[in-house]
């Protein structure tokens, strides 16, 4: 039997273990599933397409209904939420009259309680009251004598922002004051007889029920302050 050297045998396991791996390798599929750098393209009027487990559609991103007056495809955005309802959209149902598309959020009932106005700039909804004109002769005002904080203003409010502006004018003798309060708790600085504007975080829950109050007071017996709120918005951080 002729000897076979060493180094050889050694070559053949070598080549057998690398075959094997090979063929491993092209038996496994790789992972479908996940993208590590790189982009996602879809082109041509394609669209993405997410579903629920009972085949039903969650989202949209891409070519959406109807299609532009020209024919052109309308690319868009709809998600929905599990029950079917959506929830918010970047596309337009109407591209004949409406041609530019509103950003828009829905509630379960299918109203649009948020969107930006597709034709000049701004919001569309929700509507934003502005603050009612004030009487302007300070005489027709809310007025105080008293050295102790006197509420002449209160009313309920519902909070939605983190933070309130304030405007309050206010007219009255050397010394005196005027003030904010959110559920009996001062918020922002103390004005003084030439009036009051501020920013200040609320230290209260979201979507809760407070009562703001406007207060006033005089640095001594005989003086008068009168004022007047003309703003209280809420506004972001």
């Known amino acids: 039997m002729a000897i076979i050297p060493t180094d050889l045998l050694?070559?053949?396991?070598?080549?057998?273990?690398?075959?094997?791996?090979?063929?491993?390798?092209?038996?496994?599929?790789?992972?479908?599933n996940r993208i590590s750098g790189g982009d996602v393209v879809i082109g041509d009027g394609g669209r993405l397409r997410v579903r629920t487990p009972d085949g039903e559609d969650l989202l949209y991103l891409g070519r959406v209904h109807p299609d532009r007056t020209?024919?052109?495809?309308?690319q868009g955005l709809v998600v929905r939420r599990d029950d079917g309802s959506v929830a918010l959209t970047v596309w337009t149902g109407s591209p004949d009259t409406l041609p530019d598309q509103p950003v828009q959020i829905f509630d379960r009932k299918g109203n649009v309680v948020v969107a930006d106005d597709a034709k000049q700039r701004g919001l569309a909804r929700p509507y934003v009251p502005y603050p009612l004109p004030a009487p302007v002769a300070p005489g027709r005002w809310e007025s105080t004598g008293a050295t102790a904080w006197t509420t002449l203003f209160r009313g309920p409010g519902i909070v939605q922002h983190p933070r309130l502006y304030g405007r309050?004018?206010?007219?009255?003798?050397?010394?005196?004051?005027?003030?904010?309060?959110?559920?009996?708790?001062?918020?922002?600085?103390?004005?003084?007889?030439?009036?009051l504007e501020f920013?200040?975080?609320?230290?209260?829950?979201?979507?809760a029920t407070v009562t703001f109050e406007v207060q006033a007071k005089v640095a001594a017996a005989g003086g008068t302050v009168r004022c007047r709120p003309l703003a209280l918005y809420g506004v972001q951080s």
């Open 10 to 32: 050694d070559r053949l396991r070598a080549l057998e273990r690398q075959v094997r791996e090979l063929m491993g390798s092209a038996n496994t599929a790789p992972p479908m």
């Open 70 to 74: 020209d024919g052109q495809p309308q």
């Open 168 to 195: 309050i004018a206010a007219e009255g003798s050397p010394g005196a004051e005027v003030r904010v309060l959110v559920d009996g708790v001062p918020v922002g600085p103390v004005g003084g007889p030439d009036g």
């Open 199 to 207: 920013t200040a975080s609320l230290a209260v829950d979201f979507s």
